[in-house]
T-cell receptor, first 119, second 109 residues
């Protein structure tokens, strides 16, 4: 199947700093990528849909000025958590659809996830 | 509103069979997915159903009844490595994935 790579896997930062997480589709082009957040023992929560070459679409309740998304190419989307605080500590996961190769309309390929801890 | 229900936690014995149910109420339907997620890892794809009936894939099978808004994931010959959370997700009319909260499956020797 298609491969999505996410970096970094782990990040620890001080409160007030910004953290950038990268999501790359390694063997396919992804015009759309999705960013999720998952708190312990909870399901995935869609934060935003990242569209190549245009602004991201944020879900209700997600601050777009705090969670900056850039999808500058067909293989790379970045999520920047600005002025991070301890309550932002979570597991952030990106995913993408390979529309060309996948027979399914919606099979998602997930990155490995990035665990953010804000001290 | 859109809603997906699945049990929070289930326990089963190694070598046995377990069925994880999922019921959904969504605006439109373009398929139902099951994903497996081990603790601290990203979800991995297990199955996709868009037509009624049973899809079998090795030890795992997934069933769908669109008229009942119901699906189940059947795991046979359980192994310890099957201990994980199993997420049910429905693709709605806008092709948005609606996620269930997941079922934590605990396998005991």
């Amino acid at each position: 199947g298609a491969v999505v790579s996410q970096h970094p896997s782990w990040v620890i930062c001080k409160s007030g700093t910004s953290v950038k997480i990268e999501c790359r589709s390694l063997d396919f082009q992804a015009t759309t990528m999705f960013w999720y957040r998952q708190f312990p023992k909870q399901s995935l929560m869609l934060m935003a849909t990242s569209n190549e070459g245009s602004k991201a679409t944020y879900e209700q309740g997600v601050e777009k000025d705090k969670f900056l998304i850039n999808h500058a190419s067909l293989t790379l989307s970045t999520l920047t958590v600005t002025s991070a605080h301890p309550e932002d500590s979570s597991f952030y996961i990106c995913s993408a659809r390979d529309h060309v190769a996948s027979g399914d309309p919606g099979e998602l390929f997930f990155g490995e996830g990035s665990r953010l801890t804000v001290l | 509103g859109q809603n997906i229900d699945q049990p929070t936690e289930m326990t089963a014995t190694e070598g046995a069979i377990v069925q994880i149910n999922c019921t959904y109420q969504t605006s439109g339907f373009n398929g139902l997915f099951w994903y497996q997620q081990h603790a601290g890892e990203a979800p991995t794809f297990l199955s996709y159903n868009v037509l009624d009936g049973l899809e079998e894939k090795g030890r795992f099978s997934s069933f769908l009844s669109r008229s009942k808004g119901y699906s189940y994931l059947l795991l046979k010959e359980l192994q310890m490595k099957d201990s994980a959370s199993y997420l049910c997700a429905v693709l709605d009319s806008n092709y948005q994935l609606i996620w269930g909260a997941g079922t934590k499956l605990i396998i005991k020797p």
